[in-house]
């Protein structure tokens, strides 16, 4: 036999297939050491063959097998065909989002156990009889065994010595026994089960997405409608009949609070993939998802390449969410993926979210998808009234605290009934930006065109691209000036504010910099669950998915900032987001209420916001998209020409340029918009970044695929050039 073999190298240069001699214990899927140049390096069995491309005499045997198992099922090659095919990445590149790192490379390894045990061929009266009287650690030994089945080795090593536990084996009186154990996440994780019957809402759902002829359903159902509920019946309906499952989330953060409801209902069933676990961890959750031990697989987007077979629903929730799509190569697009593994395993695609992404919504509503509504909120009360605090007023006040007064007196007013708010910002630190009153210099990072953000927990100031950190400044580098200016409120200097106004309340901060520790966002979101806090104050890990029963109140600042980048889709992102925090507030017995901080009450994204008119705001967006020929109704293409060196991407830039001009020349009428330019944030990570920006009309495959081809092509060692197709982030 022989094997087809790519190994794990992700570049271009050799993403093609070598052929080895494969023995018997290799399958398709395999992940194998094989001789490459002078060294060994590892590699995945993509076919078997019965015949080799080359002189027999010349082929290399692989040089071992590293897991027993084959590592990847017949349906995840294909996909790694698709994802290579569909993002122009090496096949390597693609193999690594089904292998995480933890499995290649031999970095972790399974954890074993060693016990002991009495000798089941011999009575324990037996055994003492024959231990002479003054062996009192061998005979120690022996009575703590025939009280138990087994006892790690360590513990008997330890306390009664090496020496009695190896004449105990010696003489065979005891044997060693060795089991894999697996490192479990989220062992302190309390299981809920709520055991809910469903509303006539939720069942329809169910009903709706199991038995619709379509591939994919889009679940719209405002916040507090019981989405999760439907999920789980899902989950459950597949499981039942013997199929697997894949549930993902938008954010790490939210995957402990679905993980407990899993593991209520479905035990050790239920597996967790995602990059907050330790390496362990997930090399764990992983074998036991690939071996059929666990059944359902949740996590972040990273989910969708989970090792199950035979799978029976695919879940995304907040579908309309970022995170969905990878912004690091190789940049994939999930629900694509979800789509595919849809497709081959003949199951169920379902979407939810209480604001579906424009493109979802013009597909429900040109028929691809199944829509299912679910209008009303499990408490049948109404959604939170949301109260606009006008800032502009506030300053003409004289208020320069970062909270309108109506949002200062109905926070007092929720402490003092004993209810929780949250407040929300997405923006982490202390101050968006430090500038020298005296000469308006403002701290700049070293590497990336970007300003800094003053850190105070820390004292430093941070850059947000590439997290290098700078000393505070005592002085202005510029001019001498001693009087540092803070610009834009941060959550640090949120918490310190309310501190100082609420000095009784016991605040909490949930961001990047406060979840960094292993189970970071687990800790914080136990403590505010249990009550041990009353205000949560955040970013956007807080605006979604939370179910905290006594929120009451959610305060939003700054709700206009996303609305100023100059990205189209920044409405819609505003809109959601705004929707997402505001869906956290009363979702329980009690009303909620939402405060929302703006300079721009009149802007319509905001009034659409406050009537929850989903509706009104998302078809007056396609309207508005298809007029001026954006997506879904176009595509955004864009190449990136990223570089060091300024004169060498300029150089690939040009060229590459005049080769796509050359492309729109012969289809002119598929463009819409062609241009070249520097990236909005001209440097990055000391890098120079310019791109070349392109709107085509919806639908052009073979367009793209020239696109990428030929782009590909100009990079360089020094310049490196990619693609982006629809990116999440225009910077
Ligand atoms: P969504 O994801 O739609 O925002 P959730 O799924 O978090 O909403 O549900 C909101 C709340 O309603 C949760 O506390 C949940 O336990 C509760 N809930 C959901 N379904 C039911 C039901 N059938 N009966 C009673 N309570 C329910
Ligand atoms: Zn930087």
Redesign the pocket.
């Known amino acids: 036999m022989y094997a087809e073999v790519i190994v794990d190298i992700a570049s271009s240069e050799v993403d093609r297939i070598f052929e080895y001699e494969a023995s018997e214990d290799v399958y398709a899927g395999s992940m194998v050491s094989v001789p490459f140049g002078v060294k060994k390096i590892e590699g995945v069995v993509m076919r078997l063959k019965e015949t080799c491309s080359f002189d027999p005499a010349k082929i290399k045997k692989i040089s071992s097998v590293l897991e027993e198992t084959p590592v990847l099922t017949a349906e995840c090659l294909e996909l790694v065909d698709f994802v290579k095919n569909r993002y122009h990445v090496p096949t390597a590149a693609a193999l690594r989002l089904f292998l995480p790192a933890e499995m290649r490379k031999g970095r972790v390894k399974a954890k074993n156990v060693t016990f002991y045990r009495l000798n089941p061929s011999f009575s324990v009266t037996e055994i003492t009889a024959k231990i002479p009287a003054r062996a009192t650690a061998q005979r120690g030994i022996i009575d703590i065994l025939a009280q138990t089945e087994k006892c790690v080795s360590s513990e008997l090593n330890e306390k009664f010595g090496n020496s009695a536990v190896r004449a105990l084996l010696a003489k065979g009186y005891i044997n060693a026994i060795t089991e894999r154990e697996n490192r479990n996440p989220y062992v302190s994780l309390a299981a809920s089960d709520?055991r809910?019957?469903?509303?006539p809402q939720?069942q329809a759902a169910v009903q709706s997405a199991e038995e619709t002829e379509k591939r994919v359903t889009l679940l719209h159902?405002?916040?507090?409608?019981?989405?999760?509920?439907v999920y789980l019946n899902l989950i459950k309906n597949a499981v039942d009949s013997g199929k697997t499952a894949i549930m993902m989330v938008p954010e790490i953060s939210l995957t402990p609070q679905m993980l407990s409801q899993l593991r209520a209902r479905f035990g050790n069933a239920a597996a967790i993939l995602h990059s907050g676990l330790s390496q362990g961890e997930r090399y764990d959750e992983w074998w036991r998802l690939r071996s059929g031990e666990a059944r359902i697989a949740i996590g972040a987007r990273s989910a969708v390449f989970a090792p199950v077979e035979n799978v029976g629903v695919i879940i995304i929730d907040e579908e309309h969410d970022g995170s969905y799509s990878s912004e690091t190569a190789p940049r994939y697009n999930t629900a694509e993926i979800a789509a595919e593994r849809a497709v081959k395993n003949g199951c169920k695609l379902v979407l939810g979210s209480?604001t579906p992404s424009i493109d979802s919504f013009v597909k429900a509503m040109g028929g691809e998808y199944n829509l299912v509504n679910m209008p009303s909120r499990?408490?049948k009360k109404p959604l939170p009234e949301i109260i606009i605090s006008d800032m502009r007023l506030e300053i003409r006040r004289g208020n320069n605290t970062p909270f309108s007064s109506r949002l200062r007196s109905e926070i007092a007013e929720c402490l003092s009934s004993g209810n929780q708010a949250i407040i929300f910002l997405n923006r982490r630190g202390y101050s968006q930006t430090v500038i020298c009153q005296e000469c308006g210099y403002v701290a700049k990072c070293d590497a990336c065109d970007v300003s800094l953000t003053y850190h105070m927990d820390a004292n430093v100031l941070k850059c947000h691209y590439c997290n290098a950190t700078y000393k505070m400044l005592e002085a202005c580098p510029e001019c001498g000036g001693v009087h540092i200016r803070y610009g834009g409120t941060g959550t640090e200097r949120v918490v310190k504010e309310l501190s100082k106004l609420f000095p009784e309340a016991k605040i909490l901060r949930m961001d990047n910099d406060t979840t960094r520790n292993k189970e970071g966002h687990f800790k914080i979101l136990k403590e505010f669950s249990s009550k041990k806090a009353d205000i949560l104050v955040g970013t956007q890990m807080i605006a979604k998915?939370h179910?905290f029963?006594s929120v009451t109140l959610v305060g939003i600042l700054d709700a206009d900032m996303s609305l100023y980048f100059s990205d189209y889709r920044s409405r819609e992102r505003t809109f959601q987001l705004l929707t997402q925090v505001s869906?956290r507030s009363g979702?329980?017995d009690k009303q909620g209420k939402v405060v929302l901080q703006t300079y721009n009450p009149d802007n319509p994204v905001l009034q659409y916001a406050v009537r929850y008119d989903y509706d009104g705001f998302i078809r007056e967006e396609a309207k508005l998209r298809k007029a001026t020929g954006f997506p879904p109704f176009a595509d955004i293409v864009r190449v990136m020409v990223v570089s060091e060196d300024d004169a060498k991407a300029v150089d690939v830039l040009r060229s590459l340029y005049a080769a796509i001009s050359d492309i729109k020349s012969k289809n002119a009428d598929k463009f819409i918009f062609f241009n070249k330019m520097k990236s909005p944030i001209k440097r990055m990570q000391n890098k120079f970044r310019y791109q070349v920006l392109m709107r085509v009309s919806a639908g052009q495959k073979e367009l793209k695929n020239k696109i990428y081809e030929t782009s590909l092509t100009f990079s360089t060692k020094d310049v490196s050039v990619y693609v982006e197709e629809n990116p999440n982030n225009l910077t």
């Open positions: 709520k809910l019957v469903l509303t939720q159902g405002v916040t507090g409608s019981g989405k999760t509920e209480a499990i408490n998915g179910d029963p869906g979702r329980a």
